[in-house]
């Protein structure tokens, strides 16, 4: 998902024409959807390495431009909830108005960055008319002339710092983390040490809704929700601590999320239980990070965490792509590294290739390593494509789907994992006839 940029102001300060300059090169994305009027409302932009979503807000105004408070309203109300940057868009020919400063005190109460910008400078002359608009009290304002071009470059080079960082991650909602493993392993004290303990006073009455149950935070400008965790303090303040009612929690919060984070006893390692769990995480198609905690107790030389790694492997086949990392929520050793991790492998997860890029890299895969004969038939892929995400999903168009062995579509999903990054998440391949 790209950032979302949107320009609020007055009817007539200039919106629509700061819009179409911006877009100019790129296509209107909701051009040809049915339904949806034809302003270009929305739009692709791009400057520099960085790619973002352009609203012009003033399109969705009412054809009446009588009701002006409510209509600014509705469009700043757009914008705060649409919206990752707001550019705040003046007329420097007409000069500061009351509008204005009504927009400004509407938009100031919500906390998303704000960029100020007047337009119809068309000539450096005309720069002076500027200093009026300071009187709102800020630090920077840009002048443009949207008809001539004059300070968008300087406009653009301001958006794209101001974004937020971080890819998809940080642009999509949270991420949604189930905290699993057995009883005892440590679940309460990874989400206690990575929530702080004023978050310990948190709601804990039983039978309370989702939401409270679920425990949204952020780290900078990383936000999580974290799954059924009240369900997790709960369930111990009772006393219910069968391993079975363990996996049955276990298998309802991996349903909800986008990354499980499996923890594991460094004493037990790899129990049936774990297998179980571990098998349900790849059958849903959820990303994962297997942490084995209480690293602190384990007595260590060089060859412990191979050994650890190696046994870990055997015993959760179905989660071979899931990173491991050794940590202690007692201690918070690498508690911060599994939330790295956990960013990392959400990333992989909703991850998204282009099918040229994808077709050319898989053209090679399969010069380099063609199918065998299988069942009398040589397997000939002719066109990937990937059709979803979370967990990657691609549809691969053959010959003949009876004629690819699953170690050849393990080939594809290793080449296509290690080319495109996606570590930590399961890949899934479709084969079908070609029509
Ligand atoms: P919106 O209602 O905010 O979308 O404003 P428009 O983009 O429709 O522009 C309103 C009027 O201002 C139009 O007549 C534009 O030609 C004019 N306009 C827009 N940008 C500039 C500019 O940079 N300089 C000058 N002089 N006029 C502009
Ligand atoms: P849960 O049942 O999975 O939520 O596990 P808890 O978080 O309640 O932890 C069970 C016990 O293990 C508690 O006594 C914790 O203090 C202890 N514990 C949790 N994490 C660690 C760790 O990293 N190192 C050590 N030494 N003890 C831990």
Redesign the pocket.
């Known amino acids: 998902m790209n950032p979302v940029v949107a320009i609020v102001g007055r009817p007539n300060v200039g919106k629509s024409t700061l819009f179409n300059r911006i877009i100019r090169t790129r296509k209107a994305i909701v051009e040809d959807e049915p339904g949806v009027t034809r302003d270009r409302n929305y739009g692709e932009a791009s400057w520099g390495d960085r790619s973002f979503t352009l609203i012009d807000t003033g399109g969705f105004e009412p054809v009446s431009r009588e009701r002006l408070p409510a209509q600014i309203r509705e469009q700043i109300q757009l914008a705060i909830e649409e919206a990752d940057l707001i550019i705040f868009l003046m007329d420097g020919k007409e000069g500061l108005t009351p509008a204005d400063e009504e927009i400004d005190r509407l938009l100031r109460a919500h906390h998303k960055p704000l960029i100020y910008t007047v337009n119809k400078i068309d000539s450096p002359q005309h720069e002076a008319r500027v200093f009026d608009f300071y009187s709102l009290g800020v630090d920077r304002i840009f002048p443009v002339s949207a008809s001539h071009g004059y300070g968008v470059e300087e406009l653009l080079d301001e958006i794209t710092r101001a974004l937020p960082r971080g890819g998809p991650v940080v642009d999509e909602e949270r991420i949604r983390v189930a905290v699993v ?10 989400i206690n040490r990575v929530l702080g303990q004023e978050r310990l006073l948190v709601d804990d009455r039983p039978g309370t809704t989702r939401d409270a149950i679920d425990t949204p935070f952020a780290i900078g400008p990383r936000k999580y929700l974290l799954i059924d965790t009240a369900g ?1 303090r709960r369930k ?1 303040k009772i006393g219910l ?1 069968l391993e079975k009612y363990a996996v049955v929690e276990a298998l309802k919060s991996i349903d909800r999320c986008d990354v499980a984070l499996l ?1 594991l006893d460094p004493f037990e390692k790899v129990t049936e239980q774990d297998a179980r769990i571990g098998g349900f995480i790849q059958e849903k198609g959820r990303a994962c990070v297997i942490a084995v ?5 384990v007595k260590k030389d060089n060859t412990t965490v191979k050994t650890y790694t190696e046994e870990i492997r055997q015993g959760l086949k179905h989660l071979a792509y899931a990173p491991i990392v050794f ?5 918070g050793q690498r508690v911060r590294k599994t939330l790295d991790l956990i960013d990392q492998v959400a990333t992989a997860h909703q991850k998204r290739v282009g099918t040229s890029l994808l077709n050319t890299f898989v053209r090679e895969a399969v010069e380099r390593f063609p199918p065998r004969v299988h069942r009398g038939k040589r397997g000939k892929i002719y066109f990937v494509t990937q059709a979803s995400t979370k967990p990657p999903t691609f549809v691969a168009f053959v010959n003949d789907p009876d004629a690819i062995h699953f170690s050849y579509e393990r080939y594809l999903i290793n080449q296509i994992r290690e080319r495109f990054d996606f570590q930590g998440t399961p890949i899934r391949i479709y084969f079908r006839p070609r029509g």
């Open positions: 493993g057995r009883p005892n392993v440590g679940k309460s004290s990874w997790i111990k601590r923890l905690n209480k690293w602190d107790q940590i202690s929520a007692l201690t």
